[in-house]
């Protein structure tokens, strides 16, 4: 299937009963995918909303009435929806937002890139908030993710972002569903139907008490450390006697992992460390590379955004060098292999013992 | 001795912090009774804006979900497409259904959501000082009209409801107001038609409520209920827009 | 006239818009200040009261109960 429409199999396994989109290139697969297999489903909900800021707030109300409801959209989309996931953070609320992510900023390119890394993590939009965020490398992740997204949204009650791009979004690849749909989920129990038998709900943001505020935000924190605590995912690969390793995500460490077969079929030791989870961002698991070697090279299709990450976890124990592609001009495995190559033999890592 | 008047069972009791004179609360006091008269308080579903009711959940004993500025109209629609059983209404300002929520607002009418729009039309921005509104009146000075609206610079007042009307999914649409007894009773009666489109699942009801706004007009709250008619209902005439219900029902 | 009205002083406002639309002008401002700073209304004169419940349908604040014989 292709990646986008394997999202939207996996999130109907997944329960998700509402789904609000808007048309936007590259992940119009996804929405009529929706339209074709969720739209009539009993009890469930599709809507072409009219702008992307109206789909997320549908996925807000949906959310308030308890159920599992999602959006999709790519990058110029997604900040129309910054609002809206504040607003869903603010409330605790499950929602599942999936960013097909294309070359910015402005309306850019249609191709896949990376640049919305800052976007998803720093929470897009006003307000002290954090998404999870998942960044899948292939249509099967996609898959998995989207599931996953579902369970810890509906667990943790926050908004989870699932950070793909418009290849793996495109990309035909065989892919194994794990999950059969539910036959109905139960609803949540602190959601807004109707005060039948108990007093009457308020779902809100607003205060004019800061002190009342300054609670929330603790409490939202504090949540977020367990989170970080609990869900930190990460996959490294051949770095056990790596003497570089290449930090990429998503489509990229696809890429890099082409390339780094290569180099090691060059005799080069190269490795990857993948981050899954963007937030929370895998620092730890990071930093325990270097006991292995101190040479990394950042390598993404933007300008260098997670780049901030890997030099927040790893301070001054290592030697960071850093490659990008943005605009979405996907690299290629070679060009990535000729990039760690050069650097393998400038920084002497060829004459090491 | 018999009771002619008393307050609610779904209005909470207590102060409402509108100022003297304020068409919120008689809005507020009518939508209550609807709820009580029809028995649907534990059904209900309430999305309240930014703006003066933004604490509208302090008054309203039903389930109340705030919504971001212009999105009750979308908020509303997942809820109550999550959620059929449900009564759904959003009760909004002029900015936030007539301005940055315009799209929401017509396309949810456009869908034929099954929910009921209170717009309350005070021609100002309220809450945030009194700025002009899409519905401020010309020459009408505001905060940022100190001129007088001048329709060359900042267009003219928008009969919003007349437009919604045009949409097919529209049924009920209807303008009152709160500024007299017999207008009261008007606006009572219209506010339960539009609850009533829902229950019977016709489609998008809205009623407009011209709403006295004496802090901000800068006048006395007898002297801005008079303004009502006097001004404000020879822009935006009182009386039913549209009312397809018969022949929905019909169907 | 068999009509009766009772008062919310506290929860009055001051806008003395019943006062305006009362048919019998039962009701007149009070002669004191309530704990939010307005001048409430109060009931005056109740004989001539119908008990019509106009100045409860006016009434912002709901700070008015009416009762007939």
């Known amino acids: 299937m292709s990646g986008n429409a394997a999202?939207?199999?996996?999130?109907?396994?997944?329960?998700?009963?509402?789904?609000?989109?808007y048309p936007i290139t590259p992940q119009n697969e996804l929405t009529e995918y929706m339209a074709l297999h969720l739209s009539r489903r009993p009890g469930c909900t599709f809507i072409q909303a009219e702008s992307e800021i109206s789909a997320i707030n549908m996925v807000y109300g949906a959310s308030v009435a308890g159920v599992r409801a999602m959006t999709s959209s790519s990058s110029p989309g997604i900040s129309l929806k910054?609002?809206?996931?504040?607003?869903?953070?603010?409330?605790?609320?499950?929602?599942v937002i999936v960013n097909m992510s294309r070359g910015g900023p402005g309306l850019g390119s249609i191709s896949a890139a990376q640049s919305d890394y800052y976007q998803s993590t720093r929470g897009g939009g006003h307000g002290d908030y954090r998404t999870i965020v998942l960044a899948p490398s292939s249509v099967q992740e996609l898959a998995d993710f989207t599931h996953r997204a579902f369970e810890l949204s509906d667990k943790y009650l926050v908004p989870v972002i699932i950070l793909g791009d418009g290849m793996i979004g495109q990309m035909m690849e065989p892919?194994?569903?794990?999950?059969?749909?539910?036959?109905?989920?139960?609803?949540?129990?602190?959601?807004?139907?109707?005060?039948?038998d108990r007093p009457s709900r308020i779902i809100k943001t607003f205060t004019s008490n800061p002190a009342e505020l300054e609670e929330i935000n603790w409490s939202l924190y504090r949540r977020y450390q367990l989170i970080e605590k609990e869900e930190t995912t990460a996959e490294t690969y051949m770095t056990d006697d790596a003497r570089l390793i290449v930090v990429a995500f998503g489509i990229a460490a696809r890429i890099a992992k082409g390339a780094i077969k290569s180099a090691r079929?060059?005799?080069?030791?190269?490795?990857?460390?993948?981050?899954?989870?963007?937030?929370?961002?895998?620092?730890?698991?990071?930093?325990?590379?270097?006991?292995v070697t101190h040479h990394f090279l950042d390598f993404e299709m933007n300008m260098g955004q997670m780049i901030d990450d890997v030099h927040l976890s790893l301070g001054d124990k290592a030697t960071i060098s850093f490659y990008g592609r943005p605009g979405g001009v996907i690299a290629t495995p070679s060009e990535v292999l000729r990039v760690i190559t050069r650097l393998y033999h400038q920084k002497g890592l060829d004459t090491k013992k | 001795m018999k009771t002619v008047y008393t307050r609610p069972k779904s209005l909470k009791k207590r102060v409402f912090h509108y100022c003297p004179g304020c068409g919120h609360s008689i809005a507020h006091r009518l939508i209550c009774e609807v709820i009580d008269e029809m028995g649907i308080q534990d059904k209900t579903v309430g999305v309240p804006p930014p703006g003066c009711a933004v604490f509208a959940y302090h008054y309203f004993d039903v389930d109340m979900a705030e919504s971001a500025h212009g999105r009750g109209a979308a908020v509303a629609t997942g809820l109550k497409r999550a959620n059929p059983e449900a009564i759904v209404f959003t009760y909004q300002g002029d900015g936030d259904?007539?301005?940055?929520?315009?799209?929401?607002?017509?396309?949810?009418?456009?869908?034929?959501?099954?929910?009921?729009?209170i717009f309350i039309n005070n021609a100002v921005y309220g809450m945030t000082g009194g700025q002009m509104a899409p519905t401020t009146l010309q020459q009408m000075v505001t905060t940022t009209t100190p001129?007088?609206?001048?329709?060359?610079?900042?267009?003219?007042?928008?009969?919003?409801?007349?437009?919604?009307?045009?949409?097919?999914?529209?049924v009920y649409i209807e303008r009152v107001a709160v500024n007299s007894p017999a207008h009261i009773i008007k606006a009572k009666k219209a506010i339960r038609k539009a609850f009533q489109a829902q229950i019977d699942g016709l489609g998008y009801a809205l009623v407009e409520i011209l709403s006295p706004c004496p802090t901000n007009w800068k006048m006395t709250p007898v002297e801005s209920w008079k303004w009502v008619d006097e001004v404000m209902a020879k822009e935006f005439p009182l009386g039913v827009i549209k009312d397809i219900t018969g022949d929905k029902n019909a169907d | 006239m068999n009509g009766n009205v009772k008062i919310d002083s506290e929860l009055c406002k001051g806008c003395y818009i019943c006062i305006e639309f009362c048919p019998k002008k039962v009701i007149a401002p009070y002669n004191k200040v309530n704990a939010a700073g307005y001048v409430p209304v109060a009931p005056s004169n109740m004989g001539e009261c119908t008990g019509c419940g106009i100045c409860a349908l006016v009434c912002a604040e709901v700070a008015i109960e009416v009762y007939r014989e």
């Not at chain 1, 609002?83 to 609320?93: D, K, P, V």
Request: charged share 25%.
């Open chain 1, 265 to 291: 079929d060059n005799g080069m030791k190269v490795g990857l460390f993948r981050p899954i989870t963007l937030w929370p961002f895998p620092s730890k698991k990071l930093l325990e590379l270097v006991k």
């Open chain 2, 97 to 117: 259904l007539a301005a940055i929520g315009t799209a929401e607002t017509i396309h949810a009418a456009n869908r034929g959501e099954k929910i009921t729009a």
């Open chain 1, 82 to 95: 910054q609002e809206g996931i504040s607003y869903l953070a603010a409330c605790e609320l499950p929602a």
């Open chain 1, 175 to 196: 892919v194994e569903f794990k999950h059969e749909a539910p036959a109905v989920l139960p609803i949540r129990s602190r959601s807004l139907r109707g005060a039948k």
């Open chain 2, 147 to 170: 001129y007088g609206r001048d329709a060359k610079l900042e267009g003219y007042p928008i009969r919003i409801s007349e437009m919604i009307a045009l949409t097919k999914g529209a």
């Open chain 1, 7 to 21: 999202i939207g199999e996996a999130a109907i396994r997944a329960g998700c009963q509402c789904y609000f989109g």
